[in-house]
């Protein structure tokens, strides 16, 4: 995995502080691609309290990809209330994401 040096660290929390939409984006996106499970807290808040569909569904695959079993809880919780597809399928994805690490 690619890692990042401590400047490029500092830009994605950066992102997370920003109210611009891409910022954050790309700051979940570079959270999962680097594993930056210390990104994992905010990730999980993004999930929980923003109101935005596509961080939330950027949410979900990053917390797929860094995530551990401490996170399915939560990812079915999300999934039993949410009424739309893309959403449960997304969780569904990312928590065969976390039992596959698990398993390895």
Known sequence: MP???TRQKARVKAGFASECFEARYRA??????????????IITRI???DLDFELQLA?????????????IPMLEDIGRD?????FRQAIEISISQIRTKALQ
Do not use: V
């Not at 996106?29 to 807290?41: D, F, H, W």
């Not at 695959?61 to 079993?69: P, R, T, V």
């Not at 949410?82 to 893309?86: A, N, R």
């Open 59 to 71: 949410a979900i695959m990053a917390i797929g990809k860094l995530g551990n079993d401490s996170h």
């Open 28 to 41: 979940i996106q570079n959270s999962a691609e680097y594993g930056l499970t210390q990104n994992l807290p």
């Open 82 to 86: 949410t009424p739309f597809d893309d």
């Open 3 to 5: 890692t990042l040096s």
């Open 47 to 49: 999930l929980q309290e």
